[in-house]
C-alpha cells in the first residue's frame, strides 16, 4: 500500500541521513590522518585502512541520490545517474568486504609469522592488492548496468528512461541472469571473504592470549578489533547477502532485500571505528582533535561568563563544568 511504502521509504531516509552525518566527517578525519601517516612511514595496514577510507567516502557521495529516490518514493533525476549510482554502492560494499579481510589477514600474519611477515611486508603490495579488489568489485557489480539496459528492446520490457524505479521490478529474462550472478556475489565476494576473515582473527585472538609480554590495554584493543570487524560482518553484509540465497533458491528477488541493504549502507559510519582501533595515528588525531573542541567550548563558555560581574577563573571553570560539560 501507499502508507507502507511511505513507511519504508521514510525508514530508508532516516538511516541514510544518519550514515551521511556520522560517516562523511568520520571518514574525512580518517582520510585526513592515513594521508599525512603515508607522507611519514607508510605501512600495509595504512594503506588498506586508506582504502577502505575512500571506498566509503565514494559511496557517502553518491548516497544523496539514494535519498532523494526514498524523499520522492520514485526515480525522478537522470536515469543515467540509476545504473551509475547502483554501480558504485553496490561495488563499494563488495569492496569494503575485500578490504576488511586484508586487514584481518595483515594482523593475523604480524602475530603468527612475526619475523618473516616483517621482511616481506611492504606497502606496494597492499597497493595492488586494493587495486585488484577494487577491479574485481567492479567486475562484479557490473551487472547492475547489464540489468538495466538489457532486452529494452522487447515490447514486454519497458523503455530504461520511461521508468521511474531504479534497479527494482526485474522481468522473468533478467532474473535468468541476475540470480546466479548474485549466487556468485554471495559465494565470492562474500563467503570466502568472511570465512578468511573468521579464520584469522579467531587465530589472531588465540595467539595473543597465550603471549605473556602485551600489555592488557593492547590486547584489549586488538581484541575489541577482531570482534568488531566480525560483528560488522554479520551485521551489515550478512542480511544482504543471505537475501541472494534466498532468491536464488526461491527463483525470484526478496521484496525485504531494501532492508537489509540498510545494515550494509549503516556500515559506512561504523568503519572508522575499525580505523581507531586498527591506527594509533588516527586515535591521536581523533584525541587532539576532541581536546581542541572543548578548549575552543571552554574559552567560548568563558567568553560569555565574563558577562556576568561575579566572574573570576574559579567562576569562569565552575560555569564552564556546569553549563557545559552537563
Not at 526515480?75 to 545504473?83: D, E, G, Q, R
Not at 559465494?187 to 605473556?212: H, T
Request: proline residues 4%; glycine residues 2%; charged residues 15%.
Amino acid at each position: 500500500t501507499q502508507s507502507c511504502m511511505r513507511g519504508i521509504n521514510n525508514l530508508v531516509l532516516a538511516v541514510d541521513t544518519i550514515t551521511l552525518v556520522i560517516g562523511l566527517p568520520a571518514n574525512l578525519l580518517a582520510l585526513y590522518t592515513f594521508i599525512q601517516k603515508l607522507k611519514m612511514n607508510a605501512t600495509p595496514i595504512d594503506v588498506l585502512l586508506l582504502s577502505l577510507t575512500i571506498s566509503d567516502l565514494i559511496f557517502l557521495f553518491f548516497l544523496p541520490f539514494r535519498m532523494k529516490e526514498a524523499a520522492d518514493m520514485k526515480w525522478t533525476i537522470s536515469y543515467f545517474l540509476c545504473p551509475l549510482s547502483g554501480f558504485i554502492f553496490y561495488t563499494s560494499i563488495y569492496n569494503s568486504t575485500f578490504l576488511l579481510t586484508a586487514v584481518s589477514v595483515e594482523r593475523y600474519m604480524g602475530v603468527a609469522f612475526p619475523i618473516k611477515y616483517k621482511l616481506k611486508r611492504h606497502p606496494r603490495n597492499a597497493v595492488i592488492a586494493s587495486v585488484i579488489f577494487c577491479v574485481v568489485s567492479m567486475a562484479h557489480c557490473s551487472i547492475v548496468y547489464f540489468m538495466q539496459y538489457y532486452d529494452h528492446t522487447n515490447s514486454t520490457v519497458l523503455d530504461p528512461s520511461k521508468r521511474n524505479t531504479c534497479y527494482e521490478d526485474f522481468s522473468d529474462e533478467q532474473l535468468t541472469i541476475l540470480l546466479p550472478v548474485r549466487l556468485e556475489l554471495f559465494l565470492v565476494l562474500f563467503l570466502i571473504p568472511f570465512m578468511i576473515c573468521c579464520f584469522c582473527y579467531i587465530n589472531f585472538i588465540l595467539i595473543l592470549s597465550r603471549l605473556p609480554n602485551i600489555s592488557s590495554k593492547k590486547r584489549f584493543r586488538a581484541i575489541g578489533l577482531s570482534v568488531f570487524t566480525l560483528l560488522v560482518f554479520i551485521i551489515c553484509f550478512m542480511p544482504y547477502n543471505v537475501s541472494h540465497i534466498v532468491g536464488f533458491i526461491g527463483w525470484y528477488s526478496p521484496s525485504w532485500r531494501v532492508y537489509a541493504l540498510l545494515t550494509s549502507t549503516f556500515n559506512a559510519c561504523l568503519d572508522p571505528f575499525i580505523f581507531y582501533f586498527s591506527s594509533a595515528a588516527l586515535r591521536g588525531t581523533f584525541n587532539h582533535f576532541i581536546r581542541g573542541l572543548v578548549k575552543r567550548t571552554n574559552l567560548s563558555c568563558c567568553q560569555r561568563a565574563r558577562n556576568f560581574p561575579q566572574f573570576t577563573k574559579f567562576n569562569c571553570e565552575h560555569w564552564f563544568h556546569i553549563n557545559c560539560l552537563l
